[in-house]
């Protein structure tokens, strides 16, 4: 079953007087469970189509689905609450509060949430021990290696136990073997069960993906099983 | 939690924080102190005018209390249909003149003098002895201390000086009776008291009064019995505190522009601070504040958390200025009061709880609004650019 759909969803993005076409007509489904990873050149549409799936940029035209809600028939606040807490993001920087600790950085989409101090807490503790970060959880990002901290934003992601998780270039800033690590990691959280759509230039990632989709020049041009 | 975060960010940056606050700090003391001088001056002469209950000054007609020598002819009638008035509870008669302490055949410094009734006066407080009998004198305490005089030491007292000689005319021995603190005497004002009768014989005005002071009875509205002298004595002009407020709010009125235009400057580089460090702040996290709205922090909350940052700082800066500002103000009095013929017990800068409350309070609102520009312009970006921005 589907829990992503997206239908003739094509972008514009308006520059210096004309525009570009980022997305030209995409048509895809994303079934739960998938790990779909989705690969192309530079600038051939993949992060905004990451975008407009996620219910972070709205499509020029077509129509986008995600866990069975036509994402931008809702509103601001609506779409904000559908991210907060049955979407997980991960992204190539991992932006993560300075100011704040590991713990607490994982903890802030669970406040926002809504969800009680004590729980926070102990959620946020065994998400780090998760990512194998939790002799980690009272350090703060600039004392993090950047592995470490893409672990923390991916336990940050995985805060109010999303259903779907995307990202975005996330062993872009890493090193080959870190990168190997976070790779392991999103294996184990879709072995988990857990909805992943990946966007990345990294063969290693797509590699462990069950589905690969490749993009040119903002179309899908073709999908298959990895490797 | 992001509120807290973002409050932090300005800890972090201590240098930056630090220079922001010491000038919002600086900008809230000169509103704080333009605030109290905007005031201040009349509040101040208002309630000097009514020290001692005698809130009412009845003067030569169309003039304002020693604004000129002009004085009040058949002084002691226009008195009896003064108190003859519904209630006035009494009308204390001052003659200003000027006298020369005699010095054998030189005189000294002229020495403001007032001749008063001692049964009904409103100029002085005894500090010791007691008010003055005929030819006895009460004198300031600068006077005595200047010429070193005690109760019942001698004085010589000339009304008049003969310009060409250089030497006194008229010189007559006073006893000094007390010692008094007068209210409306400049810083080091050489001033006595005598008896009207007297400072009339000396200066050869007989039954002139350059002023009244007027106390109203208990519970008798001082605007409505100013208008009832005025009605029962039409040739002369009378006025009421307020009235002399007002007169003298307009003659201050380039106080009170002053004091706008540096307050409104205040309030402007408050605000430039302000707007100028959120902005810094917001841009070093500008991929912060996408990622946290990518991740469904609502734009309310984020733009709440910038917003709470420039009420931070205008609030920290605000508890800084607030002393800075009563030092500089209390500085800056004993620098206007040292010029002449403003009375020492005079401020230029009074403290008033709710103004000053409301100046701080406006420092504090334009921090938050100063906050919010760049807090609208953050969370306002559009989303998807913001992350592409950030990851390019």
Redesign the interface.
């Given at each position: 079953m589907s829990i992503i759909t997206a239908r003739g969803v094509t972008k514009e993005?308006p520059y210096e007087g004309d525009s570009v076409h980022a997305l030209r007509g995409v048509d895809l489904d994303v079934a739960a469970g998938e790990l779909v990873a989705v690969v192309g050149p530079s600038g051939c549409g993949k992060?905004?189509l990451l975008?407009v799936l996620?219910g972070?940029?709205p499509p020029t035209t077509g129509t986008v689905s995600l866990l069975g809600r036509p994402v931008y028939a809702l509103g601001?606040?609506a779409r904000?609450?559908?991210?907060?807490?049955e979407?997980?993001?991960i992204?190539?920087?991992f932006?993560?509060?300075?100011?704040?600790t590991a713990a607490?950085n994982v903890?802030?989409?669970m406040?926002?949430a809504g969800v009680p101090k004590a729980e926070r807490r102990r959620r946020a503790r065994e998400l780090l021990e998760y990512v194998g970060l939790g002799h980690r959880l009272g350090h703060r990002p600039p004392h993090l290696s950047g592995g470490e901290q893409q672990r923390v934003a991916i336990a940050?992601?995985l805060a109010n136990a999303p259903r779907v998780l995307f990202a975005?270039?996330p062993t872009g800033e890493l090193d080959r073997r870190t990168g190997e690590e976070i790779i392991t990691l999103f294996r184990r959280l879709n072995d988990a069960g857990t909805t992943l759509v990946v966007v990345t230039h990294d063969p290693g990632v797509a590699a462990h993906a069950g589905r690969v989709v490749e993009m040119a020049d903002g179309r899908v041009v073709g999908q298959g099983g990895a490797g | 939690?992001?509120v807290r975060?973002f409050l932090?960010?300005l800890?972090?940056r201590r240098g930056r924080t630090a220079l922001a606050l010491a000038g919002i700090a600086v900008s809230a003391a000169l509103l704080l102190d333009m605030t109290m001088l905007a005031s201040g001056l009349t509040g101040s002469f208002g309630e000097m005018l009514g020290v001692v209950g005698y809130r009412l000054r009845v003067t030569p007609k169309g003039i304002l209390p020693f604004d000129s020598e002009a004085g009040i002819q058949r002084g002691d009638e226009i008195r009896r249909r003064i108190e003859a008035v519904p209630g006035v509870r009494a009308a204390a008669p001052i003659l200003g003149a000027q006298f020369y302490p005699a010095r054998g055949d030189s005189v000294g410094e002229p020495v403001f003098t007032v001749g008063i009734d001692p049964r009904a006066q409103a100029l002085y407080r005894l500090l010791e002895g007691e008010e003055p009998g005929p030819g006895e004198v009460v004198a300031s305490q600068a006077l005595a201390e200047a010429e070193g005089l005690r109760v019942g030491d001698r004085v010589a007292l000339a009304a008049d000086l003969d310009v060409s000689l250089g030497r006194a005319r008229g010189t007559r021995a006073y006893r000094v009776s007390g010692i008094g603190d007068f209210w409306y005497d400049y810083a080091g004002q050489r001033s006595l008291a005598m008896r009207i009768e007297e400072v009339r014989a000396a200066t050869r005005r007989p039954d002139e009064v350059s002023l009244f002071a007027v106390a109203a009875a208990e519970g008798v509205d001082d605007d409505a019995l100013a208008r009832r002298i005025s009605a029962a004595v039409p040739e002369v002009s009378t006025w009421s505190t307020r009235e002399l407020m007002v007169e003298m709010d307009r003659r201050l009125l380039y106080f009170r522009q002053l004091a706008t235009i540096l307050g409104s400057v205040a309030m402007v580089v408050t605000a430039l601070l302000v707007s100028t460090i959120v902005t810094i702040g917001v841009r070093e996290r500008f991929?912060?504040i996408?990622?946290?709205?990518?991740?469904?922090?609502?734009?309310g909350?984020l733009l709440g958390a910038i917003v709470a940052e420039g009420l931070a700082l205008a609030l920290a800066g605000c508890l800084l200025g607030l002393p800075l500002g009563l030092w500089v103000a209390g500085r800056l009095d004993a620098i206007l009061l040292s010029f002449p013929s403003i009375p020492a017990k005079m401020t230029f800068f009074a403290w008033e709880a709710e103004r000053v409350a409301l100046a701080l309070a406006l420092v504090v609102a334009v921090g938050a609004l100063a906050g919010l520009l760049p807090g609208v312009r953050a969370t306002g970006f559009?989303?998807?650019?913001a992350?592409?921005e950030?990851?390019e």
């Open positions: 993005y992060s905004s975008n996620a972070i940029d601001e606040r904000s609450d559908l991210r907060l807490r979407v997980g993001f992204f190539q920087r932006h993560l509060l300075a100011v704040l607490e903890e802030l989409p406040a926002e940050r992601a975005d270039e | 939690m992001i975060a932090q960010t800890v972090r991929g912060e996408a990622t946290l709205r990518a991740i469904g922090v609502r734009r909350r559009p989303l998807a650019r992350l592409r950030e990851a």
